[in-house]
């Protein structure tokens, strides 16, 4: 899924963030994903506007093949709009996570 695309709410399963939205596809026996769900969690929390959504990329095939989910933890970074900003494999960092939800924020506020 490259940049720019869309994902809405119905895909997701949840409602969009006011402001932004972590996506964050795991699998069960992911330990890194627990990990990204504390750290994801934790910026969620503290950013008005902002949610994080777990989707288990097993049972939704479908959505982490169409987002090409090639290995978990995978997250999206969602502007206000559903639009992709950004993306990452792996184990996220907390300041990696802060630095791509301004640029989604910016971004759904018109700023370069």
Do not use: N, W, Y
């Amino acid at each position: 899924m490259p940049d720019g695309e869309r994902l809405t709410a119905a895909e997701l399963g949840a409602e969009l963030g006011a402001r932004a939205t972590l996506v964050q596809f795991s699998t069960a026996f992911c330990a890194p994903c627990r990990a990204a769900r504390r750290i994801l969690g934790e910026v969620a929390a503290m950013v008005d506007g902002v949610v994080h959504i777990e989707i288990d990329a097993a049972s939704r095939l479908d959505l982490a093949r169409r987002a090409g989910v090639v290995r978990t933890p995978t997250v999206l970074v969602l502007d206000a709009d559903g639009r992709v900003v950004r993306r990452a494999a792996g184990a996220p960092r907390k300041p990696d996570v802060i630095a791509a939800l301004g640029e989604a924020i910016d971004r759904a506020a018109g700023d370069p």
